[in-house]
């Protein structure tokens, strides 16, 4: 038998070859003390597990200074995939206009106010305003006002 026949074990505990699995992975683990009053250490491990699998090993109180200490091993958490998230499709210049015009129905809201609120340029929202207003959906009140019809 060759000793390259002989392959080291797994940290999943198997012994020899097998496919990959999730148990395959190492995971380095730290261990460290926290020392201090019994409320802030506690608040030490708590911020700890937001990012760590924290096991307290050991923890005891020094009867002289009334300190607690706690003993821990840390390793890095397995973060579970992202669910996916779907973006929706930014609003056509109308929705955008129609939108900030439908809060305030009746309102008359003038084109430097739906320019700020829409983020649209100047020439896409006076192309916009026209064909609202063609439309009959906009109302257009005065020189640069407009309100959306009822």
């Not at 579970?80 to 499709?89: D, K, N, R, S, Y």
Request: proline letters at 8%; charged letters at 20%.
């Amino acid at each position: 038998m060759d000793s390259t026949d002989i392959q080291a074990p797994c940290n999943c505990g198997a012994l020899a070859a097998h496919p990959r699995n999730p148990n395959c992975a190492h995971r380095s683990t730290v261990e460290f003390e926290v020392a201090g009053q019994r409320s802030a250490c506690l608040e030490v491990i708590g911020f700890l597990r937001t990012g760590y699998d924290v096991d307290i090993t050991h923890d005891w109180q020094d009867p002289a200074t009334e300190q607690w200490a706690f003993k821990l091993d840390a390793s890095r958490k397995l973060m579970a995939p992202l669910p996916a998230v779907t973006v929706p499709e930014p609003p056509t210049p109308e929705t955008a206009v129609l939108a900030c015009l439908a809060d305030p129905l009746g309102v008359e809201m003038s084109d430097s106010d739906l320019h700020i609120l829409t983020g649209l340029d100047q020439a896409t929202l006076a192309n916009t305003l026209t064909t609202l207003v063609g439309s009959g959906e906009v109302e257009r009140v005065g020189p640069g006002l407009y309100r959306k019809n009822a």
